[in-house]
């Protein structure tokens, strides 16, 4: 079982509050002790918690029981906080790598029960601001790492069998986000310019790059091979800090066969304001979902343009979609309080909602 967990934000980013209230029934009961994890229908949650502050987490969310069964399981089990900005989860088979940005770290866990891996190290360190992990294979990982604020950025080559980095790959991006492997190719979103860098894991090297829209922040594989990749466009501001359309630009979303990446598709958002976010994939891995301008958007792989009706008019931190029966999870993140997520139909019709931890930003299923 592999299943990756992927969140999109940023630091010093700001949450907009929905234009559309939904009055909601809240089934999450007062929790006194946390319960014990079950085996399966389960979502974890990534929570970023506070910057600067090492309160991020992960909540377990149980499908059949319908409950938040621990808020924080990594300190339930492991009695120690998981750190700094908890960024994004990955899973291979039974072991959990969760990526903390600002602990310069990836936590290790056994699953289901969340428990720190006992191998030679318990965490993965030697890491500079990390973002996205995924696994080529068993034993060998790549994580993408910011490095610092307005430099390049890099890659690192994880030995999963001891937990410890092989080798770093220099890449001509900044801001490296989320990451893709796609057989003997690792797709890296270098999110700080327009570039996909595209690594060779035989020479663990950048080979290459791939021009796309501005920013790009998440990449998907869809059920016929072809890469997507959706860029978030610059938002630019003005004197009093408003998005001023004039220094800002569109939105786009790329799709091309790693076989032919020069011969790339290109669809464009009709606002400088709407940042698109979050690229999902349904079940079938033949409908795209996205956030864009205050709602969720969703299309078909072969659908030639952008849609232009949300099917969820609301503005979410993070999204998931179960690829079991395609349920919508959308996270709400209010800073300063914990925050919570709310489960919609494939209709986009809501169903319930729960609350978790401080800045929800991705789901995972497992």
């Not at 030679?120 to 995924?134: D, E, N, Q």
């Not at 790059?209 to 978030?232: A, F, H, K």
Request: net charge positive.
């Amino acid at each position: 079982m592999s299943s990756t967990l992927f969140s999109f934000s940023a630091f010093g980013r700001t949450a907009l509050v929905g234009a559309t209230a939904l009055a909601l029934f809240s089934c999450d009961p007062e929790r006194s002790q946390p319960e014990p994890l079950q085996l399966s229908n389960n979502v974890f949650i990534v929570n970023e918690g506070n910057f600067g502050t090492p309160n991020g987490a992960v909540s377990v969310f149980n499908i059949a029981s319908k409950k938040v069964t621990d808020p924080d399981i990594f300190k339930t089990v492991n009695s120690r906080p998981l750190g700094d900005n908890v960024q994004s989860m990955t899973v291979v088979d039974t072991v959990g790598y969760v990526v903390v940005t600002q602990s310069n770290k990836i936590e290790v866990v056994r699953l289901p029960e969340f428990k720190t891996v006992k191998r030679s190290v318990k965490t993965i360190s030697g890491l500079a601001k990390p973002r996205y992990f995924a696994a080529l294979s068993a034993t060998k990982g790549y994580v993408t790492e910011w490095v610092d604020y307005g430099v390049n950025g890099r890659l690192s080559v994880i030995n999963l069998t001891t937990n410890t980095v092989l080798k770093t790959i220099p890449l001509s991006g900044k801001t490296p986000e989320q990451l893709l492997v796609v057989g003997n190719k690792v797709y890296v979103a270098n999110s700080g310019g327009n570039t996909i860098s595209v690594i060779n894991t035989t020479t663990d090297t950048e080979e290459s790059v791939i021009t796309v829209g501005d920013s790009p922040n998440s990449l998907v594989l869809d059920q016929s091979g072809q890469v997507w990749v959706l860029c978030g466009g610059i938002v630019g501001y003005d004197a009093n800090y408003n998005i001023d359309p004039a220094t800002s630009t569109k939105g786009t979303l790329h799709s091309f066969l790693p076989a032919s990446p020069t011969a790339i598709q290109r669809l464009q958002f009709a606002s400088t304001i709407g940042f698109p976010g979050h690229l999902q994939l349904n079940g079938a891995k033949n409908q795209l979902y996205f956030t864009y301008s205050k709602g969720v958007y969703r299309m078909n792989t072969t659908d030639k343009v952008l849609p232009t009706t949300p099917l969820i008019r609301r503005n979410f931190y993070g999204l998931g979609i179960d690829p079991k029966d395609n349920t919508i999870y959308g996270a709400i993140a209010p800073f300063s309080t914990a925050g919570r997520f709310i489960r919609y139909q494939p209709t986009g019709t809501a169903i319930d909602s729960f609350t978790v931890n401080l800045l929800p930003n991705a789901f995972l299923f497992y």
